[in-house]
């Protein structure tokens, strides 16, 4: 037996030196196959982690990786103008407002498929610059307790019960544009003095101007409000786990904020990125958004959520073409003065 010892020390050696360098080089091969992907850039507005769940997806589904780069909106125009004759990116992923001053800039290029051709055209840029891919309604979240007890179900703004006990809950006009969205979309349908007037009546009744969008939904949810003033996606999120709210979809239309996607002049990955914005006007990007609980509408009316959508048949109230910039900020500030300060 000692004779054959030194042999089989040597034998045991070379297998373990075998399997240990079989693992190292597998590992290398996919490290190295995953290096060797086509990356695209994507520079968006929008929360890093509601975006990071396409580029998951993305990349498993296509084998191209998604590089995202979260910006402010100053950020992301400063970056496209100073990198305009070397561009690093490849696409902007933001709301329809910051889609539109990106091609009023020259700093998107046209582009049209079979599958943009799909989406409604007022959900894009008429002359192909920029494609909305889901959109995101204010709508009413009722507490199912109060609704129990209330004489009437609001279906409509001029249902809502001003000047009375009921208790609401709406995001700050001044915290998030999605909220603020709303402001100007009521005064472009109804008129700046009867706005004024509805929500100074509103006003008393406000519980919490909250600063998060997920807020007033979360109240509703918890019974600290009766009725709250919320984006879709956020109530759907409460009603999706179990919370005791009901979705209310304002008959008489609502306002909505557009999300859209653009290519950037100069793109170096032309072909992948413009496969990225088909793959977004399809059924599985915002299904994958649903699945980590990110509830937006689609554009495109062929995807079953967006088949749903259109047969509450919601007017969708919109302003984007009235108000400049500088248009906005004056009823922002009218709104504070006039409601929050109460000043005549």
């Known amino acids: ?23 190292y080089l597998a590992g290398y ?18 929360p890093i982690e509601q975006v990071s769940v396409l580029a998951q997806e993305y990349e498993k589904l296509a084998k191209v990786r998604v590089n995202i780069a ?21 696409l902007i992923l933001a709301n329809r407002k910051t889609l539109k001053q990106a ?37 009413f979240a009722a507490n199912q307790d109060y609704l129990r007890k209330a004489a009437k179900k609001p279906s409509k703004w001029s249902d809502l019960p001003l000047e009375s006990k009921v208790r609401f809950g709406m ?16 005064v472009a349908a109804n008129g700046e003095a009867q706005t004024l007037s509805f929500l100074k009546k509103l006003h008393p009744q406000i519980v919490q101007y909250a600063k998060f969008l997920a807020t007033p939904a979360r109240m ?15 109530a759907m999120r409460y009603a999706r786990d179990g919370f005791p709210i009901e979705i209310i979809y304002p008959e008489d239309g609502t306002a909505y904020l557009l999300t859209g996607v653009g290519l950037i002049r100069g793109t170096t990955h032309g072909s992948e990125a413009k496969q990225f914005i088909d793959w977004l006007t399809q ?8 699945q980590q609980k990110f509830y937006f509408v ?5 995807t079953r959520m967006g088949r749903e959508f259109m047969a509450k048949d919601i007017p969708l109230l919109d302003h984007h073409d009235m108000y400049l910039p500088e248009q906005q900020r004056k009823l922002l500030n009218k709104w504070v003065q006039a409601v929050r300060l109460g000043i005549q």
């Open 1 to 23: 037996m000692k004779r054959y010892l030194p042999l089989l020390l040597i034998s045991f050696f070379l297998i373990i030196l075998a399997i240990a360098g079989t693992t």
């Open 29 to 46: 091969a996919g490290k190295e196959n995953k290096d060797s992907l086509t990356t695209i850039t994507v520079y968006t507005t929008l």
């Open 70 to 90: 979260p910006l402010t909106e100053k950020e992301l125009f400063i970056k496209l103008i100073e990198e305009s004759s070397n561009p690093q990116a490849d």
């Open 103 to 139: 091609k009023n800039s020259a700093l998107l290029i046209p582009y049209q498929s079979e599958y943009t051709d799909i989406i409604p055209t007022g959900f894009q840029d008429t002359d192909g610059y920029w494609t909305g891919v889901w959109y995101d309604p204010i709508i």
């Open 171 to 186: 995001t700050d006009f001044l915290a998030a544009d999605a909220a603020a969205n709303l402001l100007y979309t009521l």
């Open 220 to 234: 509703a949810s918890m019974g600290e409000v009766d009725i709250a003033i919320v984006v879709h996606s956020e």
């Open 283 to 290: 059924a599985g990007a915002l299904a994958a958004m649903a």
């Open 298 to 302: 689609p554009t495109n009316p062929e």
